[in-house]
C-alpha cells in the first residue's frame, strides 16, 4: 500500500476517534475529576439551586427533599453528570425540561443523555432522599458540613468549586426547632407539628459553602455594623454564656471592621449569622451567613486562660476574614484551596496585631504557626503548601500543618518581600478583579509582581511549589576580642538539590548590659555578615532574634544559663523551639539533657504563653523520649519542681496551666491520692479555678492511671447536667475501661461508620486508648488502625485521617511500633501518595526515638 493511502487512512482514522471522543466526553468515573470540572466549567452557568428539605424529629427517618436545578447550556452534544454519591433508590424521580425520565446512576454521577437537554436554559428537578452523614444528625439537631466535596452525598449537584449558583431554600423542621442558613429568612409558616421556614436566594457562592442547621437551639440576636447578626447555640452553663455570647459578637464586629478597611470592601454577603456547634469537626466552618463553630472554643467560663481568649478571638477573625478570602473569591480548584486558608490566617493575625499590639501578635504568630509548621516539614512526608489534585474525592488529604501554618509563614515573608503598603494594594486589586468569582495562585503571583522588583515566579519555586525546611548553620572567627568573619550558611534538612528559601531575619549579639541586632538578608546557600566584623565578641549570639525567620536555626549554648532571664519573650519562645528542633535532630541537645533545661525554667517563665509553650515540650520530651524506666525515675521530682512552681507563679492562669501539666506527668501513688482528692472533693489547689470540663479530664486521667478507680467516670457522668457532654463522657468510657476486653470490643466498633460519626469523640478516645501507660495492651491495634485510615479517608471529615493517626501514634515509641509501620508501608507500595505522607508526619517521632533513644 502506498505512503499516501496509509496517510489517508491514519487521517481517517484519527478524526474518527477525535470525534467519539468528543462525544463522549469526560469518563465516568468515582468523584470529580478534573477534566470533568474543567469540561463543566467551560459549558455550565447561571446556576440555581431550588432545594427543599423535610426533617422529621426522629433521626432514623429518612429526609425526603426536592432539587431543582436551573441553569444554562452553552451547547449540548453529550450526556451530563450530575453528581450523587448515593444508591440508585435514593433517586424517587427526575424530570427534564418538564419530560419524566429514568434515573441512571454511574459512578457517583446522575447521567443526563443529551436528548432531554438544550442550548440555553435547561430545568432538572429531582425528589430524592437525602444522605445522612454530611448532615450530621443528632437525636435533635442537624448541621449541614459540605466541604470539601460533599454536597454530593446529600443532594444532585454540580460540586466544584467554580461552578458558583444561587440557592433558594426551604426547611421544613419539627415544632420547637430553629434554623440559620447562608440567606436572610424570608418568612415561617406552622404546619401541624412542624414549622415551615423559607430563606431568601443566596449570594452566588459554590456548593462546598452551601449551608444549614436546625435543632433545639437558643438564639440570640444583636446588630453589628448595621445588620442584624443571629447567633445559635446549645451551650446550657448559665456562667459561659454570661461571660461569653457578648464577647462572640463583638468580636464578630472587630473583625468585621477590621477586614472592610484593610480590603476597602464592605462586607460581601447579606447577613451574618453563626451557631455554636457541639464538638464540631474543626475549629470554625466558614458558610456566609451561618459560620459553624467548635461550641468549647466560643463559650469560655471563669478559668479560661490567655491562650484561650486568643484562640476564640483568632478562630472568629479566621472564619470573618473568609468571607473575602475563599467565600466572595474562591480557588478555581482545590489544588489552591490553602490560598483560602493562608489569607484567613493571615488577615486573623492582623486582626490580633491591632486588637492586641505588636508584641503580642509577634509572640502568637511564632508560638502558633512555626512548631506546627515544623512538625511536618522535618519529616519524610513533608509536603508543598500547593499541591497537585486529580479528583476531588481526595481533596481532604490537601488540609493540615502546611496550608496552615507554613502558608501564614510564606505569606509574611512575602509581604517582607513586597512592602506592607504595596502587598495590601495588590491584594485589593486581586479581590476586586475576581469578586464573586474563582481564582489561582498564578492569578495572585501576577498581579503582586507588577510591584516588585524581585522574581516571585522564582521565590515561589521553593517557597510555594516545594516541600522541606532549611537548616542553618554558622561559623564565626575571632582576631582578639573582635569578629574577624561571620559566615552563614543554609541546606535542606532532607533534599540535596541546593534549593534555598530567601528570607529575611535578626540575629541578636549579646553583650553586658546591652545587645546589637543584625538584619540577615539569606538570599543564597551562604552569607558573610560584614556588618558582624569588627564588633566585640559577644556573651552568647540570639539566632533568628526576631522570630521571623523558617528553618532550623543554631543554638549557642553558652546562652543556658541566661535563657530564662532574658528579657524578650519573643526571643526567649524563638530559643525554645530552636532548642527542642534541634533535639530532634540529635544537634546540640540530648532528651533528657533538654528535659532538665526546660524543667528548670518553669518558675522563671511568667509569659503565660510561653510557658504553655515551655510545659508543652516538657510533656511530650516526657512521654515520647524518654525510655519508660527513666521516666519512672524521673517521675517524682518533675511532679515536685511542678507542684513547687505552682505554688511560686502569681498569675492564676500560669498556676492553672502548671497544674494541667502535673495532671498529665504524674505517676506516684502520692500524686495519684492528691489528683483524686481534688477531684472528689472538687476542692481545687489554692488560687486556681478548675471548671467542670475540668473536673472530667480530671477524672479521665485517674481512670487511665488507677485500674482500681472504675467509678470515677460513672460518677463525674452523674454531676454533668449538660446533655451533649454527658453522652459524650459516656462515649469515652469503654476506652478508659480497666477492662482489656472492653476496650478491645470498643475498638472494634470504630470498624462500623456509624460509630465514628462525632470524629472528635473519636480522636481523644483513641488518644487515651494508645497512652503509653496502656500501650502493652493495645499495640496489636497498630496495623488495624493502618488498614482504617483509606476507609476514614473517604468517609470521614478532611481532618480525620490526620488526627486519627497523630492520636494513635503521638506518643509510641519502641521498635516494634516503627516496625508495624515499615512493614505496612512495605506491603503497600502502590498506598495512596497522600495518605502515606500523613503516616510518615504522624509517625515521624517515633522514627527519631528509634536514634535518639539507642
Known sequence: MSIKGNLTIFLTLFLFKLSVAQQIGPAVQTGISLALANYRHSLITDIQYNLDFDIPAEKSADINGSDTIIFKLKTVDQPLQLDFKQNANHVRSITVNDKPVAANLKQEHLIIDAKYLLTGTNRICIQFTAGNASLNRNADYLYALFVPDRARTVFPCFDQPDLKANFLLTLRVPSGWKTLANAIKKDSVISNDQIIYHFNNTDKIPTYLFSFTAGKYTEAIKPINGRWATFLYRETDSVKIKLSADSVFKAHQDAISFMENWTGIPFPFQKVGFAAIPDFQFGGMEHPGEVQYKASALFLDGGATKDQFITRSNVISHETAHMWFGDMVTMQWFNDVWMKEVFANFMADKITEKLMGKETFNLKFLQDHYPAAYAIDRTAGANPIRQQLSNLQDAGSLYGNIIYHKAPIMMRQLELLIGQEKFREGVQLYLKKYAYSNATWTDLIAILNKYT???????????????????????????????????????????????????????????????????????????????????????????????????????????????????????????????????????????????????????????????????????????????????????????????????????????????????????SNGANDMIYSIWKNQQAPEGIKLTEDDYTSLALSIALKNDTASNVLRQQETRITNIDRKKRLEFLMPALSADAKERDTFFESLKLRQNREKEAWVTTAISYLHHPLRQKTVEKYLRQSLDMVEELQKTGDIFFPQSWLGAIFSNYRDKQAAQTVSLFLKQHPNYNPKLKDKILQSTDNLYRTQKLLN
Do not use: C
Not at 546562652?559 to 533535639?583: C, D, G, H, W
Not at 522563671?604 to 512521654?623: D, H, M, Q
Not at 515520647?624 to 524506666?629: R, Y
Open 453 to 667: 522588583k524581585v522574581d516571585l515566579y522564582n521565590w515561589n519555586k521553593v517557597w510555594v511549589n516545594q516541600p522541606g525546611m532549611p537548616v542553618f548553620d554558622y561559623a564565626i572567627s575571632y582576631s582578639g576580642n573582635k569578629i574577624s568573619r561571620f559566615i552563614l550558611t543554609q541546606h535542606a534538612a532532607r533534599f540535596n538539590d541546593g534549593r534555598i528559601w530567601p528570607q529575611s531575619f535578626n540575629i541578636t549579639l549579646v553583650y553586658p548590659g546591652y545587645s546589637k541586632d543584625i538584619t540577615v538578608n539569606m538570599n543564597t546557600a551562604k552569607v558573610d555578615l560584614q556588618q558582624a566584623v569588627g564588633l566585640a565578641k559577644p556573651s552568647y549570639i540570639i539566632f533568628d532574634s526576631d522570630g521571623i525567620g523558617y528553618g532550623m536555626f543554631p543554638v549557642d549554648k553558652s546562652i543556658t544559663p541566661n535563657l530564662f532571664t532574658i528579657n524578650s519573650a519573643l526571643q526567649r519562645a524563638s530559643l525554645y523551639i530552636s532548642a527542642y528542633e534541634n533535639m530532634l535532630s540529635g544537634r546540640y541537645y540530648k532528651p533528657k539533657e533538654l528535659l532538665d533545661i526546660f524543667s528548670k525554667g518553669i518558675v522563671a517563665e511568667k509569659e503565660e504563653t510561653n510557658l504553655r509553650l515551655l510545659t508543652g515540650y516538657i510533656s511530650t520530651i516526657y512521654w515520647e523520649f524518654i525510655k519508660p524506666e527513666v521516666r519512672k525515675q524521673l517521675s517524682a521530682d518533675l511532679e515536685k519542681n511542678l507542684w513547687s512552681a505552682m505554688q511560686q507563679q502569681t498569675a492564676a492562669n500560669n498556676k492553672k496551666i502548671l497544674f494541667k501539666t502535673y495532671q498529665d506527668i504524674y505517676l
